[in-house]
C-alpha cells in the first residue's frame, strides 16, 4: 500500500468515529475509568462504563463495541465481566480484552483464559501480557518486563488460535491478525508516566473496531493516531501532568495532515522481522 | 425579579458555600468520583464519598447534602445507596438523585423508583432520564437521545408528584418544583466532552441546597455559576483536556462581577413554554 | 544534622526512586486511585492497584510496599485488605496504613483497629484520624478538625506502642517514630483543594520507605519533596485545577537545587515542642 493510501485508510477510520459515535461499553479498572471516559469523548464516542452485574449482559448487546480490561476486576465486576463477553459473543458486538498483569496473578489468569471462549476481537497487551496468555513466563506486575519484539511469535500464535487481532504495546507496537503484521513507531516515552494510558487506548480500538469491516486496521488506526497525539502534546507540557490534558485535546483535534506529517506505521514481511 | 436581584440572589448561594463548607456524602460512579471531589473543593465544600454499607447511613445523618448517582452501582453501593437515602430522609438532609441511564438498564431502574419514595429534594438529570424516570421511553445509555424541552411535561409531573425539584440538564436546563419554572442557558458544549461534567453538577447542587432554605433556588444557583465557570474556562482551554483543568479554577474563581456578565437565566411563564 | 546533609539525605531518597523503580502496591480509595498512580510514576516508582481479593495477598509479598487507604472499602477492599496486610507483615514488604476517617465510621474504625496488629512500617493521617486511632474524639469525616499539635501525644504514644513511624499531616506537618521527632512546613494550602493530596502522599511514602533501610527519613524526605512541588507547582497555577497538572510536572523534575532552597524540615527537641 502506497504511504498516501495508508494515511487516508487510517485517517477514514479515525475520522468516522464523531460521524458514527459509537457506544463503547467499558468494564475497566477503577483507575482509570475518568481517562479512558475523556479519550472516547475526545475521539468523538460515547463512553459508557456499565459494569453492573445484570445489565451488563444487556448493554454489551446494544453496545457498539464493549472493552473488558482486568485491572481491578472486583467481587461485582468479576460477575459482570463474563457476562458481558458472553453476550457480546452472542450479539455480535465486537469486543476488546485487556489482560492486565495476566499470568502474574491467579484471579484475573483463571478470568482471561474463561474469556477467550467467548473470541474477542482484539486482544490488547504490552509484550509481558501476550507472552504470558499464550503460556509464558508473567511479569511481575502491570509493567512489561519484555520487549514487543520477544512477543511477536505469541501474538501471532494467539491470533491465529483465537482467530483474533493481537496489539503487542511497546516503544514500536506490533499488530497482528495472525496473517497480516503491522508495526506502529507513534507514541512517545511520557505515555509510560500517565496511568491509564495503555488501558485508555484498549477503549479506542473498540471505537475504532465498531466503525471498520476490518479489525486490524481499526486496531492499526487506533494505535496511530493515539501515539501521533502523545507526539503532538509532549511538545507542549512541561511534564507528565500537563501532558495528560494536552493530550487529550490533541485527541481532540488531530487532523488529516498531522497523521500524514508523523505517521509512523509500516507493515512487517515476515513473521518475526 | 429584577435582574440585579436575581445576580444578586444566586451569587448569595454561590458564595455561602465557602462561608458554611458543607460536608457533602457522595454515593457516586467511580468514573468521576475525583472529578466530583474537585468541583466541590473548588466550590468551597466538603467532599466525602463515603459509600460503604454500614456508614453510608450514619454518614447522610450528619452529612449537609447527600448525592446518589446511579452510574455505577457494583454490588456494594446497591447496598449502601438506599441505607443512605433512608437515613437521608429521615434526618432532613437533603439529598439529590442522579439517576443516571435509568430506564435502560434494570438494576438502576428497579433501584431508582425504589428511592422515590425517599423523597429526594432534586432529582437531576437529562431529558432521556426524567422521561424514563416519569414512565416514558429511554435512551440507550447514559447521554440523552431527547430535547430538553421535550422533558418539560414529566419534569413538573415527577416534581409535583414527589413534592421535589427537577432538573433537566441540556442546552438550556429546565428546572422546576412544580409550580415555578427556570431557564438556565449557562455552559457550553465542550461540557459534553468531559466526563462527570452533568455528574459533578449534581454534588455541587447537594451544596448549594444545604445553604439555602429555598431547594429551586439551590438548584438554579448551582446549574448558572457552574455553567458560567465552563464559559469563562472554554475561553482560554485548546481542547477538553485543558478545559477540565481550567474549569476547575474558573469554578473557585467566580465572582459577582463575572455572574453580573454572563448569567442567561430567565422564568418561564407557562409549564410548556 | 548541618543543614547541607538534611538536603542531600533527603534528595538521596527521592532520587533513588528512578534508580530503583520501587513497585508499590495500593489498596487505596476509588476517589484518588488515578492521581496516586500518576504520583507514582511522576517520581519514578511504578504503581500497581492490585485490591482484589485472592491476588492482594500474594502480591504483597512480592511488592516493594503496599499502601492500605481506608476511604472507601466496598465489600471487596474489606476482604483484600487483610489478606494484603497479613501477607506484607509476614513477607517484611514496607506498608503503610492510611486510616481516613477512623473513629467517625464504625465499618473503618473496626478495620483500622485490626490492621494494627500487623504492624504497619508508617501510620499516615490527618490530626483528627491520629488522634481517633489512638483513642481520642474523632473528627466529622475525612477533614481534620483538630490542629497539628494537638495529635503530637497521640502520635508519639502510638510510635511507641506499634513501633510504627506516625506522620500528621497538615500546615506543619509531624514526623515520629516516637523518638526523634521532625516538623515539615513544606507544601501549600491549595493542596487541600485538591481530592487525594494526602492520599497520594500515602503512596509517595510507601515508595520512599522502600528505597530507605530507615522509615523515618523515607517518610521525612517523602513528605518533604512533595510539598515542594506543590510549592513550585503553586506559583504557576491559577487555581486547583491547573494545580494537579502542574504538581505532576513539578514532582516530575524536582532537582537537588530546589530541595537545597525550599526545604522547611526541622528536627524537634522535645516531645511536646
Not at 209 to 221: K, Y
Request: overall charge negative; hydrophobic content about 45%.
Amino acid at each position: 500500500m502506497s504511504e498516501v493510501a495508508l494515511v487516508r485508510r487510517i485517517y477514514d477510520v479515525w475520522k468516522a468515529l464523531p460521524t458514527h459515535n459509537p457506544l463503547v461499553q467499558c468494564l475497566t479498572n477503577t483507575v482509570v475509568q475518568g481517562f479512558s471516559a475523556n479519550v472516547l469523548l475526545a475521539a468523538g464516542a460515547s463512553p459508557a462504563m456499565v459494569d453492573v452485574p445484570g445489565e451488563a449482559g444487556d448493554f454489551a448487546a446494544i453496545s457498539s463495541a464493549t472493552l473488558i480490561n482486568l485491572g481491578t476486576i472486583g467481587t461485582s465486576q468479576q460477575l459482570a465481566i463474563p457476562e458481558a463477553a458472553q453476550s457480546a459473543h452472542h450479539s455480535q458486538t465486537p469486543w476488546v480484552l485487556d489482560p492486565v498483569a495476566v499470568g502474574a496473578l491467579k484471579v484475573r489468569t483463571r478470568l482471561a483464559h474463561e474469556l477467550l471462549n467467548y473470541r474477542p476481537t482484539v486482544i490488547r497487551g504490552n509484550a509481558s501480557e501476550i507472552i504470558a496468555l499464550c503460556g509464558g513466563a508473567a511479569a511481575r506486575g502491570a509493567d512489561s518486563t519484555a520487549q514487543v519484539q520477544d512477543a511477536h511469535g505469541s501474538a501471532i500464535e494467539l491470533a491465529k488460535k483465537h482467530k483474533t487481532v493481537v496489539a503487542v504495546s511497546g516503544s514500536a507496537d506490533f499488530i497482528t491478525d495472525g496473517e497480516r503484521h503491522y508495526q506502529c513507531a507513534n507514541g512517545h516515552a511520557i505515555q509510560t508516566k500517565v496511568t491509564g494510558s495503555g488501558c485508555a487506548l484498549g477503549a479506542g480500538i473498540g471505537a475504532c473496531v465498531s466503525v471498520t469491516e476490518d479489525a486490524l486496521w481499526g486496531t492499526v488506526a487506533a494505535h496511530a493516531v493515539y501515539g501521533i497525539a502523545a507526539q503532538q502534546a509532549q511538545e507542549v507540557s512541561a511534564g507528565p501532568g500537563t501532558f495528560a490534558a494536552n493530550f487529550l485535546d490533541a485527541l481532540a483535534n488531530v487532523s488529516e495532515d498531522d497523521v500524514e506529517r508523523l505517521l509512523a506505521v509500516r507493515q512487517l514481511a515476515t513473521d518475526k522481522e
